[in-house]
């Protein structure tokens, strides 16, 4: 039935009604499909329906965005793919998936790489994260822009964990990243890539111990009913990403793409809005359903960590050089919050 609902939406992928020459069919009726694994009523899904509004009304409805959620198109890999190849029009991910794809996005994702949230979101919206949305272009990405995800952190079936070595012993999920399986193997769990839609059914077979995310994915997925101990290391803080495939943008009247730039940056305060009311009501909604939280000994999260980054990050040295001064205040044009 999934397969069939795929193959439906990759053939009427950026449809015109009717069928005109792209950049000139101003009064041309256009949907773009937009794939993402979160529900309705997610903030990244919010954030993208808020983006569709405003685009509806700046084009007097001619131009509509219509989300696909809970997965329906495919894995988040598969979305990058499609999206590459003009089969889908857009897609929201975790920004994980897409530094697979350009490695060059992988130090958004390098462990305590921000201060606070203030920091990050000066690093996604000033000239790094312009910068790296830009490198998508090579890749037949266009990055529209970062949407907030939180923290991640650990939780599991077997035992709070406090310390780096109480993760010894577990199974834990981890994004197919390369960057995410080696900071979770150098914390010292054995790490298990699978994809998102894919997590719940192997930590309730207990194929897997645990996994790492944040509090609204622990929540909405399931897996807090399975895993029952959520420890906040905070390990990252990886932003979510929204693209349009280049393909089907190159098609694009060039007032219709400033027009969706637009929207899709007038979208993030939003979105982040809806973000922080939703950690906090599903926080209060998982304590009530009896998981057990607890603070870590961040300290010995952090010890050591150089080593990490020597292994892992060299190539990221400059970036992360802009990314240190941004904060002490060096930065010329710094944001104020
Ligand atoms: C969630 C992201 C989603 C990822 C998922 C994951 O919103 O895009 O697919 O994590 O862990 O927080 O794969």
Excluded at 89 to 116: F, H, K, T
Excluded at 211 to 223: C, D, K, Q, R, V
Excluded at 230 to 253: C, G, M, Q, R, V
Aim: hydrophobic content about 40%; proline content about 4%; aromatic content about 10%.
């Amino acid at each position: 039935m999934q397969r069939k609902l795929l193959w439906i939406v990759l053939l009427s992928s950026l449809i015109l009604i009717p069928g005109e020459n792209l950049l000139t069919a101003q009064q041309s009726k256009l949907i773009l499909r937009c794939a993402d694994v979160h529900a309705l009523g997610y903030p990244t899904i919010e954030g993208v329906l808020y983006m569709a509004r405003m685009v509806k009304e700046k084009t007097n409805g001619r131009i509509e965005i219509v989300v696909y959620p809970e997965g329906s198109l495919g894995s988040e890999a598969s979305v990058v793919e499609m999206l590459r190849l003009g089969a889908l029009d857009m897609g929201r991910v975790s920004l994980s998936q897409v530094a697979e794809v350009n490695p060059e996005l992988g130090v958004l994702i390098l462990p305590y790489i921000y201060n606070d949230e203030a920091h990050k979101w000066r690093i996604l919206e000033g000239s790094i994260g312009d910068d790296l949305l830009k490198s998508l272009a090579k890749y037949d990405l266009i990055g529209l822009c970062f949407q907030e995800a939180g923290h991640r952190s650990f939780y599991n079936s077997k035992r709070p964990i406090y310390r780096p070595e109480d993760l010894r012993g577990l199974k834990i999920r981890v994004q197919p990243n390369q960057i995410m399986f080696r900071l979770v193997e150098y914390f010292g769990a054995s790490p298990v890539p699978i994809d998102y839609n894919e997590v719940y059914p192997a930590l309730a077979a207990g194929v897997i111990d645990g996994a790492e995310n944040n509090i609204p994915s622990y929540l909405t997925s399931g897996h807090y009913k399975v895993a029952r101990y959520y420890s906040f290391d905070k390990h990252t803080s990886i932003p979510e990403i929204l693209l349009i495939s280049k393909k089907n943008w190159l098609k694009l009247a060039l007032s219709d793409r400033e027009i969706l730039m637009k929207a899709a940056k007038e979208s993030v305060p939003y979105q982040r809005l809806l973000w922080s009311e939703f950690e906090v009501k599903s926080r209060e909604e998982l304590e009530k359903s009896g998981c057990k939280f607890n603070e870590v000994d961040e300290a010995a999260f952090r010890v050591g960590l150089e080593n990490f980054y020597q292994q892992n990050a060299r190539e990221f040295e400059s970036v992360i050089n802009k990314i240190k001064k941004l904060n002490s205040g060096l930065d010329k044009n710094p944001r104020t919050y």
